[in-house]
């Protein structure tokens, strides 16, 4: 199991250089990219977003709540709705969020996948997550001419959170498989490419 650990970090460090070297000419209102959020309040008061969440009928111990935020940013909202405290470790500053879309068939699909670190530095930082506590994040927005529903993929804890739906457009090319995407696929090329989706879909947790 660390062989096969050690293999991954090396072929990721060598796997991430050549992606980031490519980054500019990254297509995002077009291709599938990764998830790009970002924290940008720990502790939210605000009885607006409060009363937000109490419209979320789900009894989880997490709740996510999204709306517009401008033209080019969705507002994320992230509550503790345990009587747990609970402890966060992010990637640099950001949570592990993907968004998803409504196809054409009417079924909801990743229109983004997760882009995992590998400098150690990233997951030093851990958050207090308190029961009702809220955390703010950002994240981008894509545009284009097909007319959809929006929603985020919250992986927290070794579960799996969704957020509320909101109206939205995006390209349709965004539901394809982009060559970034097969990139990463390469990088963890020892493992099987089911598990290997399920990871950079948020599904599981990296093994």
Not at 4 to 33: A, C, H, R
Not at 52 to 64: A, G, T, W
Not at 66 to 88: C, G, Q, W, Y
Request: charged share 25%; net charge positive; hydrophobic share 35%.
């Amino acid at each position: 199991m660390k062989t096969k650990f050690l293999t991954l970090i090396i072929l990721l460090i060598f796997g991430i250089v050549g992606v980031s070297s490519k980054v500019f000419s990254q297509d995002l209102q077009n291709e599938m990219f990764i998830n790009e959020n970002s924290i940008i309040n720990e502790s939210v008061v605000n009885d607006k977003i409060n009363k937000n969440f109490e419209k979320i009928n789900k009894s989880e111990n997490v709740k996510v709540f999204i709306e517009h935020k401008d033209e080019s940013k969705f507002s994320i909202f992230v509550k503790n709705s345990s009587s747990e405290n609970l402890v966060l470790v992010p990637q640099d500053n950001s949570l592990y969020l993907i968004q998803e879309a409504i196809d054409k068939k009417g079924k909801w699909k990743p229109i983004e996948f997760w882009g995992f670190s590998t400098c150690g530095n990233s997951y030093d930082r851990k958050i207090k997550f308190n029961p009702n506590q809220i955390i703010e994040l950002d994240s981008p927005k894509y545009r284009g001419d097909f007319s959809t529903k929006i929603r985020f993929k919250l992986r927290l804890n070794n579960q799996v959170y969704y957020s509320n739906s909101i109206p939205s457009t995006i390209n349709i090319s965004k539901f394809q498989k982009s060559k970034w995407y097969n990139e990463y696929l390469e990088i963890f090329q020892m493992s099987p490419k089911s598990e290997i989706e399920d990871w950079l879909y948020l599904n599981k947790e990296v093994q």
